[in-house]
């Protein structure tokens, strides 16, 4: 699963692909002790880049990925080990909110289209919030 995220990212899998490989993560993660633990050693560790981020906000923005896919892509990206963020001083604390927000959704920023498009997108170009939001 993790494989395909990182393909995706790349533009080496298809939206199908990805869709596939991650509808059910969260019964996987829930269902599966140590989810992650040993990595296949196959798999080099992937960096996360805020280009990645900025990616999936266009694709939910163009239809090509639901919002939900999101939530989900966050769940296999902070619960794996095949992933990494970059330090916190080279921008890392943003990607971490991001991905903290889509994992763990709030009701006052549900992952809709609109919430990808004025707050998340934004927040990953800029590094603040748009005007709409605090």
């Given at each position: ?47 996360i ?7 999936l ?10 919002p ?25 604390v ?27 997108k934004?927040f990953l ?7 709409h939001?605090?």
């Amino acid at each position: 699963m993790e494989q395909v995220v990182i393909d995706y990212l790349q533009s080496n899998a298809t939206t199908d692909k990805l869709k596939q490989a991650i509808k059910d993560v969260q019964d996987e993660f829930m269902n599966t002790e140590g989810w992650g633990e040993e990595p296949d050693t196959s798999i080099k560790k992937f960096i996360i880049k805020k280009e990645d981020l900025l990616k999936l906000c266009r694709d939910t923005i163009s239809g090509q990925l639901e919002p939900e896919d999101l939530h989900r892509i966050a769940v296999v990206i902070n619960n794996s080990k095949y992933f990494e963020l970059p330090p916190w001083i080279d921008g890392g604390v943003v990607l971490e909110m991001v991905l903290e927000d889509w994992e763990y959704t709030k009701d006052e920023f549900p992952i809709t289209v609109e919430n990808v498009k004025n707050r998340w997108k934004i927040f990953l170009e800029l590094g603040k919030h748009g005007p709409h939001y605090p």
